[in-house]
T-cell receptor
Framework: KQEVTQIPAALSVPEGENLVLNCSFT??????LQWFRQDPGKGLTSLLL?????REQTSGRLNASLDKSSGRSTLYIAASQPGDSATYLC????????????FGSGTKLNVKP | NAGVTQTPKFQVLKTGQSMTLQCAQD?????MSWYRQDPGMGLRLIHY???????DQGEVPNGYNVSRSTTEDFPLRLLSAAPSQTSVYFC??????????FGSGTRLTVV
């Protein structure tokens, strides 16, 4: 069974720092990997989607990379801001079941002013 | 383009009551799912559907029913609410080459 792990579980950084969030998965047979943001009491907002054939995706200050062979993805946030404070989750979509995404437990990020 | 719409946003039920959580998407996605999110447990899949007329169980299906009569709608029914079903419920949909799109959630309390 696919397992998705996110380390660290929580992270606190001062405003302006560049930071990296990690996501690892045990089965490399994935269709895609997606990063989400969840604010307290809110739903999940999609940040970046990386198809299995891609190595990275960028959106503004966010850059996500994918290394299928090693079972890893990283989310890089440049010049962090207090508004980036949220929980970040990654999810992988397996090749053998399109509808069964596997989620990590998330990294709770706090960016201090 | 509304995406995935869930209603209601909040609900309080008494133990034993039944209710239906509504979910609708306007993206013509084939795949739809229901998750519950609990502190320390992450997102757990309740039921999913790969198209109209086709549904299947996820990790935690007990106490819930679903049906999929149209591509757009995927309601979740609680048959006899229990305090253990107090949770935040999310509906999500996806197409073949896309990631998940989530609804804004329903916060359910069973007393």
């Amino acid at each position: 069974k696919q397992e998705v792990t996110q380390i660290p579980a929580a992270l606190s950084v001062p405003e302006g720092e560049n930071l990296v969030l990690n996501c690892s998965f045990t089965d490399s047979a994935i269709y895609n990997l997606q990063w989400f943001r969840q604010d307290p009491g809110k739903g999940l907002t999609s940040l970046l989607l990386i198809q299995s054939s891609q190595r990275e995706q960028t959106s503004g200050r966010l850059n996500a990379s994918l290394d299928k062979s090693s079972g890893r993805s990283t989310l890089y946030i440049a010049a962090s801001q207090p508004g980036d404070s949220a929980t970040y989750l990654c999810a992988v979509r397996p090749i053998d079941n399109f509808n069964k995404f596997y989620f990590g437990s998330g990294t709770k990020l706090n960016v201090k002013p | 383009n509304a995406g995935v719409t869930q209603t209601p946003k909040f609900q309080v039920l008494k133990t034993g009551q039944s209710m239906t959580l509504q979910c609708a998407q306007d993206m013509n996605h084939e795949y739809m799912s229901w998750y519950r999110q609990d502190p320390g447990m992450g997102l757990r899949l309740i039921h999913y559907s790969v198209g109209a007329g086709i549904t299947d169980q996820g990790e935690v299906p007990n106490g819930y029913n679903v049906s999929r009569s149209t591509t757009e709608d995927f309601p979740l029914r609680l048959l006899s609410a229990a305090p253990s079903q107090t949770s935040v419920y999310f509906c999500a949909s996806t197409g073949d080459n896309y990631g998940y799109t989530f609804g804004s959630g329903t916060r359910l309390t069973v007393v």
